[in-house]
């Protein structure tokens, strides 16, 4: 009932907080309940709520992701996120094939883990420059960010992938990928002779987004 909840959420909370300090006591406590749990949406936000640390609970994240539960599935996204760098080697490929997901939330999820995972998330680039043509602007617009995110630290891989990007045949496309490079700053100088030819797109958005850049 209630009072099951309540009580689970306040554990959940605790564990968490203890965690910080405790990883490797608290967080094998946290997968084995998450792996016991039908819906382990706060088992995984207790981890979450861990950071870094926790990168032993990726495995188990993955699991959850690559599931049926959405609420869970999509606090898995945003645990990945959480823990960062560490868990990009099991992370991308599994949050790659969230952005494909039939739910908005979930592509969208997944899209701001990506960014959060640094530089070893480069190999999502191509995927995360497919999503700025997602039907869901939120989605287009969290891809956008990652980008932003990942040019930031990996700019050989991301500036000439969004430099192509500028040139796509799909809208939302070249209306975003200009964000993307502000977001990168001096570090996608390149894509100025690019930026400057959008400045003719037949598209009024892609016109301001690429003088706004």
């Known amino acids: 009932g209630d009072e099951d909840g309540e009580a689970r959420t306040a554990a959940a909370e605790a564990l968490s907080a203890i965690g910080v300090e405790a990883p490797g006591a608290v967080v094998p406590v946290l997968v084995a309940a998450m792996q016991a749990s039908g819906s382990p949406v706060l088992e995984v936000q207790a981890v979450a709520g ?19 539960d959405l609420p869970a599935r999509k606090a898995a996204a945003a645990a990945l996120g959480a823990i960062g760098s560490g868990a990009a080697p099991a992370a991308v490929q599994p949050l790659v094939h969230a952005m494909h997901d039939a739910s908005k939330d979930l592509r969208q999820a997944a899209a701001k883990a990506l960014g959060a ?21 939120a989605t287009r617009r969290a ?5 932003g995110r990942l040019g930031l630290e990996a700019p050989h891989t991301v500036v000439p992938a ?5 040139g796509s045949g799909i ?39 690429a003088g706004g850049a």
């Open 50 to 68: 861990i950071g870094p640390p926790a990168v032993e609970a990726v495995p188990a994240l993955v699991a959850v992701l690559g599931g049926s």
């Open 117 to 137: 995972l640094g530089r070893g998330a480069g190999g999502a680039t191509a995927a995360l420059i497919h999503t700025l043509g997602d039907e869901d602007p």
């Open 143 to 147: 891809a956008a960010a990652a980008l």
């Open 162 to 166: 969004l430099v192509a990007a500028l």
């Open 171 to 209: 809208t939302t496309t070249r209306q975003l990928a200009p964000e993307a490079l502000r977001a990168i700053g001096e570090q996608a100088a390149e894509a100025g002779e690019a930026l400057v030819e959008n400045l003719g797109d037949e598209d009024a958005g892609v016109r301001r987004a």
